[in-house]
């Protein structure tokens, strides 16, 4: 039995947005119409049928939940569709339980819509292996975990041959890497539009390095990745929710990893060598979880472009070492600190390396817990670091005060830092709440 399928959104799986190509690779759980209960066995018969990546066979899987490992082929797709009684405001109600194979001779393509795969046993969710030719797998409206934290969502067994996976409103999750791989890789290029990025285990490589490139827009991306031998080529993110921990981006062979993020939230670069990365953020929220929200040393590239910082968690911003560190604009952020004596304390640190200038607007207002004792300072100056000291060319401040607290600016060559300092009153718990503006006028290269 052949069955015509007319599907909202299905043609965009088929070659000239035609329903034409259709085969008879329907699965379903009840009694209508469908010719297979099973997905393997559509998947099997799609494949025997001779697919192509001009004519793909499409297996149509209609609501509900599959307990299958599936065994998956070259230009045979995988779409769910939705009953009727169905809100499109769930989850894809097209459940797959299991884990999953592919290997091919062929360069191949495999697509996923509207689906919910999941597993949870000692596994990788999805486990490519791959000679010589380069591995396409495409996600639409899905949502896939591996819920296993010994276990990665993507694993590949690769020889000379690389992977490229798009994604489009798709979340990911996995409960420990993002992916794995063995073998000779060539490279690995994952493009997500929307949907989300979250695995729970740093992103480490081993073996022999897959250069890889990370590229999402509006995907709220939450993985650490630590790039030892230096395969990550690009990431590139636009309007998304970033919450990665980069550590030790160094490039290999001498190509400079370049990571761009723009209008996005970020949290720190961790420690390690960014020694060949360039870092381009534009319109970008910054903020710190616990560390510094620059810390690398020298050699590393940072340009920011109208950014606003945010160190709530009291460290400061920094720039070590002859990194350049550049940007427009005017870069902001905002620090709270709580003194309790009438020792000078730093409030802020600016990044202001050697052989650079920069112009530098401090307001900061302090008071008492009981808002009897309050100051306050507005403070703009330009500051010069040459190679051998650090100094206020001019300075204009305004101080209000109804107390002995102070507010000051110091320079700090050593640390290559002006830091902003207050000085509260002993026995006295003092809250300071400063907003810090700073524009760098030359660069050092």
């Known amino acids: 039995m052949s069955v015509t399928i007319n599907a909202i959104g299905m043609e965009n799986f088929i070659p000239g ?15 209508n119409y469908q010719n297979y209960t099973v997905i393997q066995n559509a998947i099997n018969d799609a494949h025997a ?57 062929t360069d191949p393509l495999i697509k996923f819509q509207n689906l919910y795969m999941h597993q949870s046993g000692a596994n990788h969710l999805f486990a490519v292996t791959q000679n010589t030719n380069n591995v396409v797998m495409e996600f639409t409206g899905c949502s896939v975990q591996q819920l296993n934290a010994s276990n990665d969502l993507f694993n590949f067994s690769l020889s000379g041959s ?9 979340a990911f999750y996995s409960a420990n890497h993002f992916f794995s791989y063995s073998g000779t890789p060539s490279t690995l290029a994952i493009t997500a539009f929307g949907g ?30 630590n790039n030892t031998n230096g395969e990550i080529v690009s990431v590139v993110s636009t309007y998304g929710l970033i919450q990665t921990n980069y550590t030790n981006l160094t490039s290999a062979g001498g190509v400079t990893a370049i990571y761009t993020f723009c209008n996005c939230y970020t949290f720190t670069l961790g420690s390690g ?44 911003v920094r720039n070590k070492g002859s990194s350049t560190f550049s940007q427009g ?44 004792d309050t100051t306050g300072a507005d403070i703009s100056a330009i500051i010069q670091s040459t ?55 030359s660069v050092s290269t």
Not at 17 to 31: F, K, R, Y
Not at 54 to 60: D, G, I, K, N, T
Not at 197 to 222: D, E, F, H, M, R
Not at 332 to 351: E, G, M
């Open 17 to 31: 947005n035609t329903l034409s190509s259709i085969g008879p690779w329907l699965v379903g759980q009840d009694t």
């Open 273 to 316: 060598n960014y020694s060949t990365s360039s870092f381009q953020m534009n319109n970008c929220t910054i903020g710190s979880a616990g560390a510094s929200v620059f810390s690398y040393p020298s050699g590393a590239n940072i340009q920011l472009q109208d950014c606003v910082m945010i160190d709530s968690s009291g460290v400061s």
């Open 329 to 372: 604009d005017v870069i902001k952020t905002t620090r709270f600190v709580t003194t309790s004596n009438a020792t000078p304390t730093v409030l802020y640190s600016i990044p202001i390396p050697a052989s650079m200038s920069a112009w530098v607007k401090v307001k900061v207002i302090g008071s008492n817990t009981g808002h009897t």
């Open 162 to 170: 690389g992977v490229t996976i798009n994604a489009v409103n798709t």
């Open 387 to 441: 190679g051998a000291a650090m100094s206020v060319v001019s300075e204009w401040r305004n101080v209000g005060a109804s107390s002995t607290g102070n507010v000051d600016i110091v320079t700090n060559f050593g640390a290559s830092t002006l830091d902003v300092t207050v000085t509260g009153i002993a026995a006295t718990n003092y809250v300071w709440n400063a907003n810090v503006e700073f524009q760098k006028v």
């Open 196 to 225: 989300s990025i979250q695995a729970l285990t740093a992103q480490v490589t081993s073996g022999t390095a897959l250069p890889y490139t990370i590229t999402t827009t509006g995907t709220n991306v939450t993985m650490d990745i």
């Open 49 to 105: 049928a001779g697919p192509t990546a001009a004519e793909p066979h499409c297996v149509y899987i209609k609501a509900g939940q599959y307990t299958e490992n599936l065994t998956l082929y070259p230009d045979v797709y995988l779409i769910g569709i939705a009953d009727s009684d169905v809100s499109l405001n769930t989850a894809p109600s097209v459940e797959i339980i299991g884990h999953h194979t592919f290997s091919s001779a």
